[in-house]
């Protein structure tokens, strides 16, 4: 992997090809469908539409100025809580660390904005996310069958103190 550097998702067609990248690679590594693919797609309408710069925001992992990754940081469900959204990193930009340095930057703005905790929802398969996430402290809190996007898929939901130091 070239020159990687992550910028935040303010240029025309980013908001875009986030929506276009997670339903092509998720319908292409899990089969999910347009169910998944609508919800990607309201997530990022809603953040378009109504988000705070000073509280939410969206990045863009760009490997030699080609679109290679995402994530977003929104408000949660109260005002001291971060919500992790959306990160995604194309097949070729995977395996370097930067689904990590995303994370780390998604964290890194939490804190800065005073979120006192992070919240995110992921599912079972996404075993190098999972990974990311355990890494840097994140702690399941809950888990619940779904069929949502196929058959036999996990809900899990996983938190992070943002206050402890880390």
């Known amino acids: 992997m070239s020159a990687a550097v992550i910028r935040p998702a303010d240029r025309p067609g980013d908001l875009g090809w986030v929506v276009q990248a997670h339903g092509e690679l998720y319908a292409a590594e899990y089969g999910w469908g347009v169910a998944f693919e609508a919800l990607v797609?309201?997530?990022?309408?809603?953040y378009a539409e109504?988000?705070?710069?000073?509280?939410e925001t969206?990045?863009?992992a760009e490997?030699?100025?080609e679109?290679?990754?995402c994530i977003f940081c929104v408000q949660g469900p109260d005002e001291s809580t971060a919500k992790l959204r959306l990160l995604l990193l194309t097949p070729a930009a995977r395996g370097h660390g930067l689904g990590s340095r995303l994370v780390d930057t998604c964290l890194a703005f939490a804190r800065k904005?005073?979120?006192?905790?992070m919240v995110l929802?992921?599912?079972?398969?996404?075993?190098?996310?999972?990974?990311?996430?355990?890494?840097?402290?994140?702690?399941l809190t809950g888990s619940e069958p779904h069929t949502l996007f196929g058959k036999g898929l996990l809900s899990q939901y996983y938190e992070l103190n943002l206050t402890d130091g880390r």
């Open 41 to 46: 797609a309201r997530v990022v309408a809603d």
């Open 50 to 55: 109504q988000h705070d710069p000073i509280r």
């Open 58 to 60: 969206a990045w863009i």
């Open 63 to 65: 490997v030699d100025g």
């Open 67 to 69: 679109r290679a990754g």
């Open 113 to 117: 904005a005073g979120y006192q905790r």
């Open 121 to 139: 929802w992921t599912n079972d398969p996404l075993e190098a996310a999972r990974t990311i996430y355990l890494n840097r402290g994140f702690t």
